[in-house]
């Protein structure tokens, strides 16, 4: 019985200090490997891999995809408003799978696909656990 006392306890201490990853934090580490120089197949630039007219909407005139500072400022203006869309509709904040969805496939935010589930889950566990 004391043995088994210790080892929870022990694995307790060593779990204590896991702390969640930031949402945008995990976004980068997802789309890019926090390659802040990194292009898509299909022309995404920045560290989140953002489409180019995403960019240009969002963006500030002088801002470069390339700063990491830039990248984020803009990455949060896009979930802000694709965040306030859900909440609207849904009347409840997205959860980090749909966080995930709303970034990277945002039509599918009811009904993702396989690889869009996958990397959503991958997401999900990098944001509750660093």
């Known amino acids: 019985m004391m043995?088994?006392?210790l080892l929870i306890g022990f694995l307790l201490m060593c779990c204590w200090h896991l702390e969640a990853m930031d949402r945008f934090a995990a976004l980068s580490l997802i789309e890019s490997g926090d390659t802040d120089r990194a292009t898509g197949p299909n022309g995404e630039i920045s560290r989140f891999q953002m489409?180019?007219?995403?960019?240009?909407?969002f963006a500030r005139t002088n801002a470069s995809?390339?700063?990491?500072?830039?990248?984020?400022?803009?990455?949060?203006?896009v979930m802000q408003v694709?965040?306030?869309?859900?909440?609207?509709?849904?009347?409840?904040?997205?959860?980090?799978?749909?966080?995930?969805?709303?970034?990277?496939?945002?039509a599918q935010v009811s009904n993702p696909g396989k690889s869009v589930s996958r990397r959503a889950e991958r997401f999900s566990n990098l944001v509750k656990f660093k």
């Open 51 to 57: 489409q180019p007219d995403v960019w240009k909407r």
């Open 3 to 5: 043995r088994r006392i």
């Open 82 to 106: 694709r965040c306030a869309v859900f909440e609207r509709a849904s009347n409840r904040p997205p959860t980090d799978v749909e966080f995930y969805v709303l970034w990277n496939a945002p």
């Open 65 to 77: 995809p390339t700063n990491a500072v830039d990248s984020l400022e803009v990455a949060k203006a």
